[in-house]
């Protein structure tokens, strides 16, 4: 057998950690770094090998830290600058690795930059975000410099009086762009956000937003287009065709690799969302020198608007199958990099989305069939916490106010605002945001059955699910049962056959199947055969490939040669 090496990265299995709502050690109701060291055996015991932190940078919280106002502190109540020296250390006396997240599209408007640039047009700082001046439409009424719509709904612009102008804001109003087509703003963006960090010895980052930093000027080089109208009854319309991947992304991706990341041993996954296959392969070919691998949402947007979440309707195994190829398949044959995830901060639970929680039983046997499914991919696998216990989503009977999400509490804002008295449509639309929306990944962390969890002694930001005694760390660890030590030994079956599961190549083979998902892993000198009910039935089972099939890995005790219970998941070694 070949025996390869790969970089680190490549084979690291890596644990989101979002800080609010990990562990809270000081009974202010946020968690904080000193609750990450406390926890860190539990990510190492799970078999992960990297820990990625959202942002713990200072910042007002309008977006729950995405809205950085200095990259150089720490959020208080996250804990201080000794703290975060003290985790780095921690890390890595575990022989762990922290990679951190890396916000450059925007900062908050309460970062020093934006304040200044926004004090006068002359500033030598106007030009570090993006202003432009307003339009007027035939009765002389004010109007933004485009149609864009922001990402947490109405305009992608926000008005200014101080110089009567508009600056770009993709997100939140308290988000502004800023300026990548200015070389000095993108020096001091690779000195404050990433130097500052790696001489502190991080390993790596997350980079948010990653197609997003160059945006497509009309034919003057300077002003911009209005979009494509996709939603008819809005003004707002979704501003991609000019906000993403736009013509400057690779150079400026090129840049900051040249001058600071190809300085260090370390991992780097820009969050890009969509694009073709070509586009993707600029952004993660080996070759092209830019970033090691990228996050593509086709699976978690499945059933989804790609342009908004919350115009859902519903999917198709199919479906799934072609998201999870999507992924997987375009570095085949070529020296680019993929992920493996199915959950993060942006996204709802798993176990709720693709299994099924109608009971106990299944909800375990559903948990453990997707990280038989996470565990098989070719990439490098990402684990969401909270995903390695099966957390699930908030509970149905949880009224709005329980949602505290920008993005949530925005959209709900403007659709009442549209549809004041129509229970009908608020009963539609709240049984989609208790399926998609972000506040689902963002409820604390469930450690034991105490009060709140365990995740905090005092009063938490934000509601614990229901669900607590039943679903904790506590719980789970130890029982052989369990989900997470489910999740702790399908961990090291991939790893044990990294060649297969980390680097293998995929193929589906019953891509018409609307109950089971079948596919082969295969590397240079082995086989590996996957089969996993998505379904609530029983299916038949007929081996799809010749030779002798090894079970290897499976969410059943016994395991019936012919038949495949609901949300069963088997994986073979074919000999
Ligand atoms: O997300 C960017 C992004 O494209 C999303 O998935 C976003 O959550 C979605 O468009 C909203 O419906 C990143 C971060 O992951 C997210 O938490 C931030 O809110 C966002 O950037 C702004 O920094």
Known sequence: MTVKTYPWWKDSTIYQIWPASFRDSNGDGFGDIP??????????????????????YDSPQDDMGYDISNYEAIYEKYGTMDDMNQLIEEVHKRGLKLVCDLVINHTSSEHAWFKESKSSLDNPKRDWYIWRKPRYDDKGNR?????????????????????????????????PDLNWENEETRNAIYKSALEFWFKKGVDGFRIDTAGMYSKKFAKDG?????????????????SSDFTTNGPRIHEFHKEMFEKVTSNYD?????????????????????????????????????????????????????????????????????????TVFIENHDQPRAVTRFGNTSNKQLWAKSAKLLALLQTTLT????????????????PRSWDIEEYKDINTINYWAQYKEKTPNDPEADKKLLDVINLVARDHARSPVQWDDSANGGFSTGTPWTRVNDNYKEINVKA?????????????????????????????????????????????????DQKSYVVLNFSNEDVPFKPLISGDLKLINSNVKDVNENTLTPYEGRVYLVE
């Open 35 to 56: 609750g990450i060291i406390k926890s860190l055996d539990h990510i190492k015991s799970l078999g992960a090998s990297v820990v990625w932190l959202s942002p713990h």
């Open 143 to 175: 109007l933004p410099p485009t149609n864009w719509l922001s990402h947490f709904s109405g305009s992608a612009w926000n008005y200014d009086e101080t110089t009567d102008e508009y600056y770009l804001c993709l997100f939140a109003k308290t988000q």
């Open 222 to 238: 300077k002003s911009f287009e209005d979009a494509p109208i996709v939603f008819p009854e809005q003004y707002y319309q979704p």
């Open 266 to 338: 370390v991992l780097t996954v820009g969050e890009v969302g969509h694009c073709s296959k070509e586009e993707a392969l600029k952004y993660v070919s080996a070759n092209e020198k830019e970033m090691n691998m990228m996050f593509l949402f086709d699976v978690v947007d499945v059933g989804s608007d790609k342009q908004d979440r919350f115009r859902y309707n519903g999917f198709t195994l199919k479906d799934f199958k072609d998201a999870v190829a999507a992924q997987s398949d375009f570095i085949k044959g070529t020296d680019a990099w993929s």
């Open 379 to 394: 990439g490098t696998l990402y684990i969401y916490q909270g995903q390695e216990i099966g957390m699930t989503n908030l």
């Open 476 to 524: 789970q660890t130890g029982d052989p049962d369990s989900v997470f030590s489910f999740y702790q030994n399908a961990i090291k079956v991939r790893q044990l056959h990294k060649e297969l599961f980390i680097h293998g190549d995929f193929e589906i083979l019953d891509y018409e199947n609307d109950k089971l998902f079948t596919y082969v892993k295969s590397s240079a």
